[in-house]
């Protein structure tokens, strides 16, 4: 029951502590508007180019953006622990660790599916897709397996931005990667042998895949290899992504690094 | 006189701050390229070589808007951070000569993106990219970056007023791309939007830059774009006094 | 004609609490400031921690509008004429801050000389002799983010004299600096004032203020509660004499009493080394040691002694007479 308390007011109380820093000018331009005009960018590039079609780039962008809040507000709730310097009490003390960290992570899933699923029903609207309602609920269900997955790689980033100071930068990249890796744009069939290994063993890819086929009318069922797949790199990186937060700070007391805790 | 040294030193010292912060330079850079690298993917796919061609030339572009963007409400919150933005104000020349040179050397550094994205298109997508007016191609770059920075200029004049109108700059960026031709045919947007791309610098600029490549006429479209550029420049120097009246009221000089 | 003129100056800051539900809150920084500085005098504004001496400056300096009152510089209106007020004033304020980073300290004074309109011609040696002045000659092609802060305070100040300004502005210059920098700013300073500048000072530093001004206005609480010379500043205090007694540890209750015995003008503990030294400021020809000791009953007690007031006894008294 502990874990359970921890899990969720940690994880909010965290939570709440960054979007007070955070004022709603950043908030709402970043996470409401920027992506329907990433979908909208890509949907008029699809149809300049002569491939695919709306719906495509549509799915594919609004989960792909979906990574924004999985890399940004994990590494900013982790460094933000670390700035104001409670990172160390949250490592060193006695609750449990993983319902503590997945705890923070929750806030930051339910913001990712918030704003796939948002700018996805916007654009559609726009654009009038045709996504029947039937679809709705599955499709949701992919975008929440989607961003835990995407979550893990927002803890490894996160891990990775306690040693690393231009943590924007690194974000960016990562984010800017999952665009030409995750097939939100172009096809993972198109894309070099090479590439589409990368792809397949990177958070997003099964699941646009997935959400994409169910958006046509195909059944949960249909699309439960890709979605194990997706869950179980979540699963991959998120247990990565703790370790090198671990490490981190079994580094940190080693070295007696004040830079970390 | 004065005032052209002013601005050109302005300019100068502004680019120089701005190329040794690798974050700002490194991110310029990188950013559009993986948007290009999408683009250039799509186009491939797409199997028309001259479409292709136009989005390497309009890729290498994107990257001015980027920097600019980017750049242009952050700068005013750099000057803040460190403390320099209210000896500019303090300073006895007009606000607006201050703060243009700021806006021309963000889209300045936006040209170190456009010879990193012809390169990366040309080693890894080969897109040869053939300039038939080398002169007015010579032309039509100054000008855009000239009236790019003058729209950067109008964003940073916004944020001496509002702390948060660097979201405005960031925000801006997906839609600059979409409606100033860069990667889609404006013949392509519904025509409500038409009006609104024509209005913005980078549609001009871009048109120049591809008229010269291309061989066709850039002159009308170099003329619309500085145009444009002097109009920003008079409406943000109108602004000015407005603006820093309501921040030395509101005491958001200072503030971080 | 007084050179800087503060008439009834107010400033009222507004903050807020929340993001959903906000709370508006009225903070007054400055409640009705008034001085004049004549020509060539070294003026100090001496105050507290948050007393309002930076709200004060900036409004003279232009870069805050009075919530009430008016404030002239040169016969310039600070609101109004803003611009023919910059041109007349130099800035300095301590601390870290206002230099560009990756810029040279001789490119920061490029950009700098620029703005402030002084002519092409005289840019360089104008450059030249300030850099000699405060003492960064041989150091000004390096990147400021390299400078210490004592130097960053030099350029501050060869930035501030740019356009050889009749009026300096100076907003706790030697704050943060080593004895010897503070030393050698102060220094200067006075060559500044030497030269027939008008400078006003704010400090907290009330020996720097004592060995500097020619006049010094004490400011608490956002409003003046004493304005003179150092000199009459301490005939304020001047009729009394100040008890010190060493103590090793005094509870607040036993302050109190001290504080209470008819006779006290003001009663401050101050922290020293290993102990703590009690410091009782009487009024004239009162004799009160025997009492202060008998309320010290029980406490250890160290030296004892009397002696005459400084400036610091009559600042201290000025600050927490408002308590």
Not at chain 1, 224 to 246: N, P, S
Not at chain 2, 38 to 56: E, T
């Amino acid at each position: 029951m502990t874990s359970l308390r921890i899990f969720f007011i940690g994880g909010i109380t965290a939570y709440r502590g960054l979007i007070n820093w955070l004022s709603p000018w950043i908030f709402v331009p970043s996470l409401i508007v920027v992506p329907i005009f990433q979908i909208l960018l890509f949907v008029f590039i699809g149809r300049s180019a002569g491939v695919q079609n709306d719906e495509f780039f549509a799915i594919g962008n609004a989960v792909q953006y979906a990574s924004v809040p999985c890399l940004f507000a994990m590494t900013n709730a982790i460094a933000g622990e670390r700035n104001q310097q409670t990172l160390a009490y949250i490592l060193v003390s006695p609750s449990p660790r993983l319902p503590l960290f997945l705890g923070r992570a929750l806030p930051v899933i339910l913001n990712a599916m918030f704003v796939a699923a948002f700018s996805l029903a916007v654009t559609a609207l726009i654009l009038r897709l045709d996504i029947p309602p039937s679809t709705w609920a599955p499709i949701a269900i992919v975008i929440v397996i989607s961003t835990f997955s995407c979550t893990g790689l927002g803890l490894i980033c996160a891990a990775v931005g306690l040693r690393v100071r231009e943590t924007a930068v690194l974000n960016n990249v990562i984010f800017g990667l999952l665009l030409i890796f995750t097939g939100a744009n172009v096809p993972i069939e198109e894309l070099p042998g090479w590439m589409q290994t990368v792809a397949n063993s990177i958070p997003l890819t099964h699941g646009i895949q997935a959400a994409r086929e169910v958006a046509q009318g195909a059944s949960l069922a249909d699309v439960d290899r890709l979605l194990a797949t997706e869950f179980l790199i979540g699963v991959v990186y998120t247990f990565v992504g703790y370790q090198a937060l671990r490490f981190m700070e079994h580094w940190s007391r080693k070295r007696a690094s004040i830079q970390i805790a | 006189m004065r005032t052209l040294r002013l601005i050109g030193l302005g300019w100068l010292f502004q680019f120089k701050q701005m190329s040794r912060s690798s974050f700002d330079s490194f991110l310029a850079i990188l950013w559009p390229i993986f948007f290009g690298t999408v683009a250039f993917f799509m186009f491939q796919q797409g199997g028309d070589p001259d479409a292709l061609i136009y989005a390497g030339l309009g890729a290498a572009v994107m990257g001015i808007w980027t920097a600019t963007s980017m750049a242009a409400g952050t700068s005013l919150q750099r000057e803040r951070w460190l403390g320099t933005l209210e000896l500019l104000v303090a300073a006895p020349q007009h606000f607006s000569l201050i703060i243009l040179p700021v806006g021309l050397a963000t889209s300045t550094i936006g040209v170190y993106c456009m010879v990193a994205t012809i390169l990366w298109g040309r080693l890894v997508f080969g897109i040869e990219l053939t300039i038939e007016q080398p002169l007015l191609f010579a032309l039509a770059i100054p000008a855009t970056l000239l009236s790019v920075g003058a729209l950067g200029f109008l964003i940073a004049v916004a944020f001496a007023r509002y702390r948060h109108a660097w979201a405005l700059g960031s925000m801006s960026e997906y839609p600059v791309w979409l409606i100033c031709g860069f990667l889609v045919p404006l013949t392509l947007l519904p025509d409500w939007v038409r009006p609104i791309s024509w209005l913005l610098a980078p549609t001009w600029g871009m048109n120049a830059i591809r008229d010269a490549a291309t061989g066709a006429a850039p002159l009308a479209d170099i003329a619309m774009c500085l145009l444009l550029g002097a109009a920003y420049v008079v409406i943000g120097v109108l602004v000015t006094d407005r603006v820093l009246h309501a921040a030395r009221a509101r005491a958001s000089l200072s503030l971080t | 004609m007084a050179v800087v003129e503060a008439l009834d100056l107010h400033r009222t800051y507004r903050t807020s609490t929340g993001t959903l539900r906000r709370k508006w809150k009225n903070v007054e920084a400055v409640r009705g400031v008034s001085f004049e500085i004549q020509e060539g005098e070294l003026f100090g504004l001496l105050g507290p921690n948050g007393a309002g001496k930076t709200t004060t400056i900036k409004m003279l300096i232009t870069l805050l509008i009075p919530t009430k009152g008016t404030a002239r510089v040169l016969g310039h209106d600070v609101v109004r004429d803003a611009r023919e007020v910059r041109k007349n004033i130099g800035y300095v304020f301590g601390g870290e801050r206002g230099v560009y980073e990756r810029l040279s300290g001789y490119d920061n004074l490029r950009y700098f000389a620029e703005l402030y309109g002084v002519p092409p011609k005289e840019i360089r040696p104008r450059i030249e002799s300030l850099l000699q002045l405060v003492g960064l000659k041989g150091r000004e092609q390096e990147r400021t983010e390299g400078y210490s802060r004592g130097m960053k305070q030099r350029l501050h100040i060869a930035r501030g004299l740019l356009h050889d300004p009749p009026v300096v502005f100076l907003d706790e210059p030697t704050i943060g600096l080593d004895p010897v920098g503070a030393r050698e700013l102060r220094a200067t300073i006075a060559s500044l004032a030497d030269a027939g500048k008008t400078i006003l000072l704010t400090t907290h530093y009330m020996f720097e203020a004592d060995a500097l001004c020619d006049r010094i206005a004490v400011i608490n609480r956002g409003e003046i509660v004493a304005e003179g010379t150092p000199a009459d500043l301490k005939r304020g205090v001047a009729e009394g004499t100040v008890v010190e007694v060493e103590v090793f540890g005094i509870p607040e209750q036993t302050v109190e009493r001290v504080r209470e015995l008819s006779g006290v003008v003001a009663v401050s503990v101050e922290e020293r080394e290993q102990a703590q030294a009690l410091i009782v400021q009487t009024q004239a020809d009162v004799e009160l040691t025997q009492s202060i000791l008998g309320q010290l009953d029980g406490a250890n007690v160290g030296r004892i002694s009397r002696r005459e007031p400084t400036l610091e006894d009559a600042y201290v008294s000025l600050v927490s007479a408002e308590e």
